[in-house]
């Protein structure tokens, strides 16, 4: 089974901190995607990436980048964190276009405090 | 912009009966349909999938789907107070941007 794991299942940051968030397949898949779920939103696009080095922005890139140095590693990175960067974080990656569905981490909860 | 619209819930079913599940999308060149199931606090796993017009059996499990009303359901049977769980629809476009998810379905089985 593909494993996609996540670095941090709870994370604490202050206020105007940079955050890293860590993502890693290990199932040679070419795509990866992060999200952020919060309640009655359900799961909005970030990120996503088809390729290394490679990065598209999704529904909702501000106050967020990305890194991918390495096919099996994809980054989030917070600038400058802020309250409403709360959130529970996914990622998931996928074979080809997602034909086959997406498998998620397990994610991260972020509290910016 | 593609939408995937489902019910909010929540869909409360009694121990041992069907639950019914539905999603409806926009983008008529959708090629893939899945549905994911998520427990409270952790992130969503892979039930099913489905391609084609009809029904797709696994287990209790069945997903059905009609390209022509832009509709896909998931009945799960003989449900357990286990499979009391938030359901997200999945829908793969014609185009080369992933998956568009639904909001999601909160189903609560009653012993």
């Known amino acids: 089974d593909v494993k996609v794991t996540q670095s941090s299942r709870y994370l604490v940051k202050r206020t105007g901190e940079k955050v890293f968030l860590e993502c890693v397949q290990d199932?040679?898949?070419?795509?990866m995607f992060w999200y952020r779920q919060d309640p009655g939103l359900g799961l909005r696009l970030i990120y996503f990436?088809?390729?290394?080095?490679?990065?598209e922005k999704g529904d909702i890139p501000e106050g967020y980048s990305v890194s991918r140095e390495k096919k099996e590693r994809f980054s989030l990175i917070l600038e400058s964190a802020s309250t409403n960067q709360t959130s529970m974080y996914l990622c998931?990656?996928?074979?080809?276009?997602?034909?086959?569905?997406?498998?998620f981490g397990s994610g991260t909860r972020l509290t910016v405090v | 912009q593609k939408e995937v619209e489902q019910n909010s819930g929540p869909l409360s079913v009694p121990e041992g009966a069907i639950a019914s599940l539905n999603c409806t999308y926009s983008?008529?060149?959708?090629?893939?349909f899945f549905w994911y199931r998520q427990y409270s606090g952790k992130s969503p796993e892979l039930i099913m999938f489905?391609?084609?017009?009809g029904d797709k059996e696994d287990g209790r499990f069945t997903a059905q789907l009609n390209k022509a009303s832009q509709y896909v359901s998931l009945l799960i049977r003989d449900s357990q107070p286990s499979d009391s769980a938030t359901y997200l629809c999945?829908?793969?476009?014609?185009?080369?941007?992933?998956?568009?998810f639904g909001k999601g379905t909160h189903l609560i089985i009653q012993p």
């Open positions: 990436s088809y390729d290394v080095k490679m990065k």
């Open positions: 999945a829908v793969r476009g014609g185009g080369a941007d992933g998956l568009t």
């Open positions: 199932m040679d898949h070419e795509n």
């Open positions: 489905i391609y084609s017009n």
């Open positions: 983008d008529r060149g959708s090629q893939s």
């Open positions: 998931a990656s996928s074979q080809g276009q997602g034909g086959y569905g997406y498998t």
